[in-house]
């Protein structure tokens, strides 16, 4: 690694790979070796966490750059079981960039705020010449108090079940197809969204949580591959239960993508305890009648993925390589 790709931040392989070698090594500590979506902060009283937006185009099917910088930190928040709180907000503009559009992203983020019963309580503008940042980028920080504690990815064990949200890849896709000028005629949109309300219905309920993340950037390949990694055990899952849509088969199907590397933005990925997996789902098909119970824990093949065909074949699910789609959130 002498020079930094694309590759570097598609959230599989080279990205863990830049942030092993070089942040990790350098800000090496309890709390970040711990690789969570959130810091777990003040005797596990809060979730901090951080992220930055650079999505092209800025506005597609489904949300635009301002709900998807609120949806971001915020679901980070939610997957430590944390409601959020307060947030930052820093905003790097090109100069020359339209008022009017810049309105229309700010209402979005107020909207979202709004979901979520957070506020904005800090932040920050800097306007550079043209040319020298596309448009705008957007960067939140955000802290959440917390509602669920002991929520971990290293904690994961045979007897836990997973499950996913929702149906994967929709948003993904459908930058890909906003980006390209694809016109499916179809209904594919963005699945961009504010998970903190399912995860206080799934505290609510008073199951046995173990672990949430939300499959952003590497998609569910990279969540399943992280866990199984951070927890040393092995991930089962169905083929057949993988719930994707028509519309991201058929992208994925005419472009040769695979819909469990797809970027979502609103569906995460569920750890818990056998006994609960079915109120959890209950609880999930709520909101999405697309959720589905995807797979098992073991100790087969310590650290790895394993995907169980319909016809009875296996095959390891590797964690995604190469640049796969940029500025995807």
């Not at 092209?56 to 928040?77: E, Q």
């Not at 969540?223 to 199984?228: D, I, M, S």
């Amino acid at each position: 690694m002498k020079t930094i790709t694309l590759a570097h931040g598609n959230g599989g392989q080279e990205n863990n790979e830049l942030i092993s070698k070089v942040f990790y090594k350098a800000f090496k500590n309890d709390i970040l070796d711990k690789s969570e979506d959130a810091a777990v902060i003040e005797d596990g009283n809060l979730a901090f966490s951080t992220d930055s937006f650079t999505v092209s185009p800025l506005f597609f099917n489904g949300a635009d750059i301002g709900k998807l910088a609120i949806c971001g930190t915020c679901n980070d928040l939610a997957m430590m079981g944390a409601k959020p709180k307060y947030l930052t907000c820093s905003v790097i503009i090109e100069e020359g960039f339209d008022k009017r559009t810049l309105d229309k992203i700010v209402k979005s983020m107020k909207e979202e705020l709004e979901v979520n019963g957070a506020i904005i309580v800090s932040g920050d503008t800097k306007v550079v010449p043209r040319g020298s940042v596309d448009k705008i980028f957007i960067n939140t920080t955000g802290i959440g108090e917390i509602q669920y504690k002991g929520i971990s990815s290293n904690n994961i064990t045979s007897e836990d079940t997973i499950l996913v949200s929702r149906d994967i890849g929709a948003h993904g896709a459908t930058i890909f197809a906003s980006r390209e000028g694809i016109d499916m005629n179809t209904n594919l949109k963005s699945d961009c969204a504010s998970l903190y309300p399912q995860v206080k219905a799934l505290i609510d309920a008073d199951l046995k949580i173990t672990a949430l993340r939300d499959a952003t950037r590497g998609g569910v390949s990279a969540v399943l591959n992280e866990w199984a990694k951070q927890s040393n055990i092995c991930i089962e899952v169905e083929e057949a239960s993988i719930p994707i849509s028509d519309e991201v088969t058929g992208i994925c199907e005419l472009l040769g993508f695979e819909a469990m590397a797809l970027a979502n933005e609103g569906t995460f990925v569920l750890a818990i305890k056998n006994e609960d997996a079915q109120k959890a789902l209950e609880i999930l098909k709520q909101t999405n009648e697309t959720a589905s119970i995807i797979g098992s824990v073991s100790a087969e093949h310590l650290g790895k993925v394993v995907l169980n065909s319909a016809w009875g074949t296996k095959r390891f699910l590797e964690l995604p390589t190469g640049e796969l789609l940029p500025r995807i959130c």
